[in-house]
């Protein structure tokens, strides 16, 4: 291309361009909320369209949909779906016909079967013709709201999700309540906390919340109880899911064998009620706790809280967004009274301008006039004498209005009724003034009138608690068998052909010890190799204190060797060498024990192979001259002599006899 040519110099160049364009549109324009209304731009023209058709009355949703598409050019499809997701909040739009269930995850009925109105929280809240902001449409027709003068912390009441490109956004929703009383302690600057409440209520641990911000997160369980002997009963789900999927995860861990269950039973209609039958035997409070460590009984949240603030998207904790939220509701109630207080001033003026006007009779000096010029000059001079009793200027428009005054206004004036209706405007001017002057007072006010007005019914519903993470290894269901071929070197829990060592589940490990001394921890399957001529395989349980003792020669023809260990932390899969390493060692005697005294008690008989000048080829060790040590420890020499066989010692042996 030519130096001067307009267009792009190469496709790397109009690819950053042209992405960069969309990624900026998807972010700002469809996925983030803005700060200060708490919508994203769906949301904020489905509530511009509902105000538009609103008249007390409920409207179709496809009529609302249908109108919105003025101004929102992304489908009916994707309307309507924010419509549901907004009319299913219960804050903002009041709804009449089926609109699915969040507990249940049913969807709405077809939109034009449901009907919709704005509640009278929305109307109060959420509109103010005067203090909006507007903007074009996409097509120019039609003039849309920038944002809505939301005077409520309505992104953090009703949450919000959205993907953009490159980027996440998930606040959760909060309580009405509690937002509210924080608005009234920043105003008041009082230290307060926000954690979230969600509408399926449920159980919640928000201790790494962390404000909401990347790289929090919070738990929320179901509340499970036991109804009788042998039956869970979960009334309350986690945010997040739905009483259709928390079922089908618990009929995945039972097919998993990681739970136990009889049958589930969905009794859910207004409220949750789900029956969990155990078979006999089974504990219940284990089985809760499988629950809550293999299926959706327990959620894990992470928040990403991200708005657009000064028209690019911010990582706000929650705080500074009720912080900005607050003020930003108080800028609007401040702007709210200087226009309510102009429009105060303007109609003073005028009704004490009519007042001079009618009582004075300066109507009387306009019937000689005849041209419209010499109309205005007269009332304007007739005026005169009493201009400075009026608070501004008295204009030509001011003059025009006078002279639209009725006869019949003129012939039926009370100048007592008059003068009570400017006194009444001037005690409303000077309240508005001093709410003006005492601006925070009057908010704080104002917060608590709305709590007051619409706070009944909307207390916290999820419970503020802690709880401990549940060992899996502690719960899991020991349906399986753990089964060794010694012959061949393989273990797992589908060898049903061979020796059976003990119960065990599907998502333990086993740990497994090899006569040339190498050790390997390794996720137990259906059938997994384990190495050469095993001589112990056990399920591993890294938190049971074990004392490992074992005699060992180190190499084909080296000294014998005895050391006890215990094994501690290990990496899955990786070969331990418990010997020196040398090429030809091989492990002579190998035991456990549960503790320490139980290992050191331990009694052998060393048989040393016959030689020449060795006259005591039997020799006692007692395994309490080896101290405990890591793994990793080579051990004490017991002899440098080759060895024919190391047994137990009887319970009557005396080392001493012999000797």
């Not at 109804?227 to 009483?243: A, M, S």
């Not at 894990?300 to 809280?305: H, L």
């Not at 996720?523 to 890294?542: E, S, T």
């Not at 024990?593 to 052998?604: F, G, I, R, V, Y």
Request: with cysteine.
């Amino acid at each position: 291309m030519t130096p001067d040519s307009d267009l792009p110099t190469s496709l790397g160049s109009m690819y950053s361009d042209y992405f960069l364009d969309y990624a900026s549109y998807v972010i700002l324009e469809r996925a983030v909320p803005h700060l200060n209304d708490g919508l994203k731009p769906v949301q904020r023209r489905i509530m511009h369209s509902t105000k538009e058709l609103d008249d007390g009355r409920y409207n179709k949703v496809a009529n609302i949909v249908g109108n919105t598409m003025k101004y929102h050019p992304h489908g009916d499809a994707s309307i309507g779906d924010a419509m549901v997701q907004l009319g299913q909040k219960e804050l903002l739009i009041d709804t009449q016909g089926n609109w699915g269930n969040i507990l249940t995850g049913d969807n709405a009925a077809a939109s034009r079967y449901i009907e919709a109105r704005l509640t009278k929280f929305a109307l109060e809240v959420a509109f103010n013709h005067k203090t909006t902001e507007w903007s074009p449409s996409y097509d120019g027709r039609n003039k849309e709201p920038v944002t809505l003068p939301v005077k409520f912390p309505l992104l953090l009441a009703q949450g919000v999700e959205g993907i953009a490109v490159g980027l996440a956004c998930k606040v959760l929703p909060h309580n009405f309540i509690e937002l509210i009383d924080a608005s009234i302690a920043i105003l008041r600057n009082e230290v307060f906390s926000l954690v979230p409440d969600f509408p399926t209520a449920g159980m919640m641990d928000a201790t790494e919340y962390r404000d909401g911000l990347r790289g929090g997160r919070i738990r929320v369980r179901a509340r499970i109880s036991t109804e009788k002997k042998g039956i869970l009963r979960v009334t309350e789900i986690p945010f997040g899911t739905t009483t259709g999927n928390l079922m089908e995860s618990i009929v995945a861990a039972a097919d998993k064998g990681k739970i136990k269950i009889q049958k589930i039973e969905d009794n859910t209609a207004e409220h949750v009620d789900i029956l969990v039958y155990l078979p006999a035997g089974a504990d219940a409070e284990t089985t809760r706790d499988a629950l809550y460590a293999f299926t959706d009984c327990e959620l894990s949240i992470a928040p990403n809280a991200c708005v657009i603030a000064d028209g690019k998207p911010q990582f706000l904790g929650v705080s500074e967004i009720l912080r900005r939220n607050t003020f930003h509701t108080k800028d609007l109630l401040g702007m709210e009274l200087e226009i309510k207080l102009a429009e105060l001033n303007e109609k003073w003026h005028f009704s004490s301008l009519e007042k001079i006007f009618i009582e004075n009779r300066i109507y009387r000096d306009i019937e000689e006039c005849e041209t419209w010029e010499a109309v205005i000059k007269a009332i304007d001079d007739g005026l005169k004498p009493f201009k400075k009793l009026l608070k501004r200027e008295v204009t030509e428009e001011d003059i025009v209005r006078l002279t639209e005054i009725k006869i019949k206004r003129i012939s039926k004036f009370d100048a007592f009724k008059a003068d009570e209706e400017i006194r009444g405007l001037e005690k409303e001017m000077d309240l508005t003034e001093k709410n003006l002057k005492s601006l925070t007072k009057y908010t704080v006010k104002w917060f608590e009138e709305l709590k007051k007005k619409y706070g009944a019914g909307r207390e916290r519903r999820t419970e503020i608690t802690t709880f401990d993470r549940v060992d899996r290894t502690q719960v899991v269901a020991a349906n399986e068998t753990l089964y060794v071929d010694w012959k061949n070197g393989f273990a797992g829990f589908g060898l049903k052909k061979d020796e059976a060592i003990e119960k065990c589940s599907t998502i333990d490990d086993i740990i497994a010890f090899t006569q040339d001394g190498k050790m390997k921890v390794m996720k137990i399957a259906d059938k997994g190799f384990i190495g050469h001529k095993p001589i112990h395989v056990a399920v591993f349980r890294k938190d049971e204190p074990l004392i490992f003792s074992m005699i060992y020669r180190d190499g084909k023809d080296g000294a014998i060797m005895a050391k006890r260990f215990q094994v501690g932390g290990v990496t899955r899969d990786k070969e331990y060498d418990l010997t020196k390493g040398k090429a030809g060692s091989r492990v002579l005697y190998f035991a456990l024990h549960k503790n320490e005294q139980d290992s050191a008690a331990q009694m052998l008989i060393v048989h040393l192979k016959p030689q020449l000048r060795l006259r005591n080829v039997t020799r006692p060790f007692h395994f309490a001259e080896v101290a405990v040590k890591g793994r990793a420890s080579n051990g004490n020499t017991i002899t440098k002599h080759a060895v024919e066989k190391i047994i137990r010692a009887p319970k009557d042996f005396d080392p001493n006899v012999g000797a």
